[in-house]
Structure formats: structure tokens, C-alpha cells
């Protein structure tokens, strides 16, 4: 089965700092990839998706992610954050079956 | 449009008891999950339905079962409560996973076994 490492639980930022969380997956064949978000209080919602094409995809809010195939790595970037991106960022794997597996989520606090 | 709903919201039982946990999704997804959310382990998957009628397991279905009578919903059930179970549950739907990618997720339900 197919695993999903996130290799930051908790990550503290001020304001206008950047932020880079890694994602590596350990399964060899096509894969879908996903971030999701789940802000305090809230279910979880998609941030950004990679299916194929260019491997720097753009999600919502400013949030970027690159697939490195080589690397078996989707790290979600963005350059600038706020108060506002604290919350817990999940990265997710579908090998194109019926299912989806999650990381363990970062946890990432924005102080002002 | 409430997309994915689920009740309750908040439950405490008593070890040994039972319950369900109820999803309702109206937006005529085929594929529903239930996913666990635990501390520093993330969202594990417990069961899924890929449409009216069928039901499979995740990574963690033991001491839970799950029915997909109606094709908007999907009921998980806790035969006998253990604290282990103890956590916050997630509904979630999708249309065609490989195609949009995009799970649609409830608010989800915290339970709490003693």
C-alpha cells in the first residue's frame, strides 16, 4: 500500500515569511496529488490538485506546489503567508482507484 | 445546497455502547468515505461505497461497520464502543475520484468513548 509522509507536524511563521511543507509519497506508478486545508473549526477543503501537465500547479490563496517525479515529492510553497494560513495542511495520494490517502498534516501557525 | 451533512455533531458514549454516525450527501455523488482523524496520524480511512448497495474496507475498519442503502447515504456503525474510537469522524464524497479529484467533506462528528 501506498504511504504519504509529511515531514514537518508543526510549523511557526511570522507574518510575510515563506513557507515550504514537504510531501513525499512511496508508490511507483501514475499518481494523483493533492493538498488539502482544514482551517480551525472547518472541515477540510482542496487547495490545489495535480493529475499531469506542468508539474507546478497554482492553487487557491497564493498557495503553489511542485511534483518532482523523481523525487516522489509534491511540496506545497507560498512565498508570502498570513495570519490568516494558520491551520493544518494535509497532502494526499490517489493511485487512481476509488481512494484517497492522507499524510499526517502539518500544523501550521502564522503569528502576526 | 448543503453538500455533505452529517449528525450528530457531538456524542459521548460509554464504553460497550452503540451508535451511528449518519452522512447525507446532495449532490448525487457515487463515492462516499469515512475517515478518522487522529492526533499526529492524519485522516485514516476506515470504509468507502463506490455506489448504492456495496461497501468496502479501509485501512481501518475493525470494530466498525458501514451500509449504503440509499445512494446519498452512508451510515457508520459502532457495534460496541471501545476508547480506542475515541475521535473526530469525517463523511466525505466525490463524484469520480481519478477525474476531479475534489472530496467534498462534512463538518464532522466528535465522539468520545469513555
Known amino acids: 500500500a501506498q504511504s504519504v509522509s509529511q515531514h514537518n507536524h508543526h510549523v511557526i511563521l511570522s507574518e510575510a515569511a515563506s513557507l515550504e511543507l514537504g510531501c513525499n509519497y512511496s508508490?511507483?506508478?501514475?499518481?494523483?496529488l493533492f493538498w488539502y486545508v482544514q482551517y480551525p473549526g472547518q472541515h477540510l477543503q482542496l487547495l490545489l490538485k495535480?493529475?499531469?501537465?506542468?508539474?507546478l500547479v497554482k492553487g487557491i490563496k497564493g498557495f503553489e506546489a511542485e511534483f518532482i517525479k523523481s523525487k516522489f515529492s509534491f511540496n506545497l510553497r507560498k512565498p508570502s503567508v498570513q495570519w490568516s494560513d494558520t491551520a493544518e495542511y494535509f497532502c494526499a495520494v490517489n493511485v487512481q482507484d476509488y481512494k484517497l490517502s492522507f499524510g499526517a498534516g502539518t500544523t501550521v501557525t502564522v503569528r502576526a | 445546497n448543503a453538500g455533505v451533512t452529517q449528525t450528530p455533531k457531538f456524542r459521548v458514549l460509554k464504553t460497550g455502547q452503540s451508535m451511528t454516525l449518519l452522512c447525507a450527501q446532495d449532490m448525487n455523488h457515487e463515492y462516499m468515505y469515512w475517515y478518522r482523524q487522529d492526533p499526529g496520524m492524519g485522516l485514516r480511512l476506515i470504509h468507502y461505497s463506490v455506489g448504492e448497495g456495496t461497501t468496502a474496507k479501509g485501512e481501518v475498519p475493525d470494530g466498525y461497520n458501514v451500509s449504503r442503502l440509499k445512494k446519498q447515504n452512508f451510515l457508520l456503525g459502532l457495534e460496541s464502543a471501545a476508547p480506542s474510537q475515541t475521535s473526530v469522524y469525517f463523511c466525505?464524497?466525490?463524484?469520480?475520484?481519478?477525474?476531479?479529484?475534489?472530496?467534498?467533506f462534512g463538518e464532522g462528528s466528535r465522539l468520545t468513548v469513555l
Open positions: 466525505a464524497s466525490t463524484a469520480l475520484l481519478g477525474a476531479t479529484g475534489e472530496l467534498f
Open positions: 508508490y511507483g506508478g501514475t499518481v494523483n
Open positions: 495535480y493529475f499531469s501537465g506542468d508539474p
